[in-house]
């Protein structure tokens, strides 16, 4: 895969990692930190009504004539919330210290899919763990390492200054960061799987999905033809793989794992993933902060593809 530049498209991601939020990630406590994004969070929301209609379009795309309209606004709200508490958490795992980063990660999470993890892995070492954007995922690499696993995530950065701060700080754990922008992304994760680590990907990436024109799935309670991308993966490396999200709780986190496959069995990695993404979307939408993009991106992708019949 070419190296692409990273886009200059404002958004939100880029308005709340500005040079001067970073600062501020590194000084404030916190909860005073919280505070301060969401309240230049909700700025930024209520001076650009495109975002709005976006994130108002995708939650009734998938949940609009699931619930009533009262609910459906307080649904809005607290997704509003949740995806600012997501650049939250963005911004602390990449620049606060490491040190006050791992105590914080450590007494906020409890690990109740420990033991299926280890269980997994005693298997064949390695192993593919798939997740969404969802959550507090960006806790998970950070976690495990801090654990001692050895984690290696695919993943795209918005900005060169979160990719500069990541991969530092990466060296001073046993954490691989793979550019899914970078050449040979598929040659890395599978030796990242050979040399017995835990490869960390998301599933949730629309733009990024390779339609498969032999088979179709149901996601969201549409028809569309599946993503190849891990099923592509999965083939190849023969690795055992499994579903893991760390959901936000009233008093903590909890990283869940949920077997999937044990690397020999023919169910497509798509499908199965999703299926366990969509429950937790369903019950938790206000944690999954793809909103503000999937609406346009997956109409754009079944607007653009024929599903198939096989």
């Not at 209609?53 to 699931?66: D, I, P």
């Not at 620049?95 to 409890?110: G, Q, T």
């Not at 979160?162 to 040979?184: F, G, H, M, Q």
């Not at 050979?194 to 999905?209: F, N, P, Q």
């Given at each position: 895969m070419p190296s692409n530049p990273i886009p200059i498209k404002k958004d939100i991601s880029r308005f709340l990692q500005k040079q001067p939020n970073v600062f501020l990630a590194k000084i404030l406590p916190l909860l005073l930190y919280r505070r301060y994004l969401s309240m230049i969070g909700f700025y930024y929301y209520g001076t650009n009504r495109d975002e709005r209609r976006n994130v108002s379009k995708s939650l009734k795309y998938v949940l609009?004539?699931?619930?009533?309209?009262?609910?459906?606004?307080?649904?809005?709200?607290?997704?509003?919330?949740?995806?600012?508490?997501?650049?939250?958490?963005?911004?602390?795992?990449?620049?606060?210290?490491?040190?006050?980063?791992?105590?914080?990660?450590?007494?906020?999470?409890?690990?109740?899919?420990?033991?299926?993890?280890?269980?997994?892995?005693?298997?064949?070492?390695?192993?593919?763990?798939?997740?969404?954007?969802?959550?507090?995922?960006?806790?998970?690499?950070?976690?495990?390492?801090?654990?001692?696993?050895?984690?290696?995530?695919?993943?795209?950065?918005?900005?060169?200054?979160?990719?500069?701060?990541?991969?530092?700080?990466?060296?001073?754990?046993?954490?691989?960061?793979?550019?899914?922008?970078?050449?040979?992304?598929?040659?890395?994760?599978?030796?990242?799987?050979?040399?017995?680590?835990?490869?960390?990907?998301?599933?949730?990436?629309?733009?990024?999905?390779?339609?498969?024109?032999?088979?179709?799935?149901?996601l969201f309670g549409r028809r569309i033809p599946k993503d190849r991308t891990l099923d592509i993966l999965c083939k190849r490396s023969k690795a055992p793989m499994c579903f893991g999200v760390v959901q936000r709780g009233k008093t903590g986190f909890d990283l869940a794992i949920h077997p999937l496959s044990d690397g020999e069995e023919a169910s497509s990695a798509c499908e199965v993933s999703w299926n366990l993404l969509e429950q937790y979307v369903y019950r938790h939408p206000e944690q999954w902060y793809q909103w503000p993009s999937f609406f346009p991106e997956f109409t754009r992708y079944m607007s653009n593809q024929e599903c198939y019949d096989y």
């Amino acid at each position: 895969m070419p190296s692409n530049p990273i886009p200059i498209k404002k958004d939100i991601s880029r308005f709340l990692q500005k040079q001067p939020n970073v600062f501020l990630a590194k000084i404030l406590p916190l909860l005073l930190y919280r505070r301060y994004l969401s309240m230049i969070g909700f700025y930024y929301y209520g001076t650009n009504r495109d975002e709005r209609r976006n994130v108002s379009k995708s939650l009734k795309y998938v949940l609009g004539e699931k619930i009533g309209k009262f609910r459906f606004q307080s649904i809005l709200l607290r997704t509003y919330f949740g995806i600012i508490e997501h650049y939250f958490e963005k911004m602390i795992n990449a620049h606060k210290s490491l040190p006050e980063m791992m105590n914080y990660l450590k007494s906020s999470i409890s690990f109740s899919g420990r033991k299926l993890l280890d269980q997994i892995i005693s298997r064949n070492n390695g192993c593919i763990f798939v997740s969404g954007h969802f959550g507090a995922v960006e806790y998970i690499p950070l976690y495990l390492a801090a654990n001692h696993y050895r984690p290696s995530m695919i993943l795209r950065f918005k900005t060169e200054k979160l990719k500069e701060a990541l991969t530092y700080r990466s060296k001073s754990v046993d954490l691989e960061l793979i550019d899914a922008d970078s050449p040979n992304v598929l040659f890395k994760a599978l030796n990242a799987i050979k040399a017995g680590r835990i490869l960390i990907t998301m599933c949730d990436e629309v733009h990024s999905w390779r339609p498969c024109s032999r088979g179709n799935t149901q996601l969201f309670g549409r028809r569309i033809p599946k993503d190849r991308t891990l099923d592509i993966l999965c083939k190849r490396s023969k690795a055992p793989m499994c579903f893991g999200v760390v959901q936000r709780g009233k008093t903590g986190f909890d990283l869940a794992i949920h077997p999937l496959s044990d690397g020999e069995e023919a169910s497509s990695a798509c499908e199965v993933s999703w299926n366990l993404l969509e429950q937790y979307v369903y019950r938790h939408p206000e944690q999954w902060y793809q909103w503000p993009s999937f609406f346009p991106e997956f109409t754009r992708y079944m607007s653009n593809q024929e599903c198939y019949d096989y």
